[in-house]
């Protein structure tokens, strides 16, 4: 009994184990269709928008923790 334990364990639970985990390849990727946008000439004060559509493409979310103006 004590040994088809042990062969239970040593067989079957890492296999479990590996099955629960990523995949080594699995990682977020983004896409952002529009890199640059040419604001042209403001006027001092004045307000202007501009949306960037950004989309992970990968298998695993997307964090993106810093933004910073160019």
């Known amino acids: 009994m004590g040994r088809r ?3 239970f364990v040593l067989l079957f639970v890492p296999a479990l184990l590996a099955h629960s985990e990523v995949p080594a ?9 529009e890199r ?3 604001f042209k000439e ?9 949306v960037y559509k950004v989309q992970n493409k ?3 979310p997307l964090e993106i923790q810093r ?3 160019g």
């Open 25 to 33: 390849s699995a990682a977020p990727k983004i896409e952002v269709q």
């Open 42 to 50: 403001m006027i001092e004060g004045q307000t202007i928008e501009h």
């Open 36 to 38: 640059v946008f040419d």
């Open 58 to 60: 990968g298998d695993q």
């Open 67 to 69: 933004a910073k103006p």
């Open 5 to 7: 334990c042990f062969l």
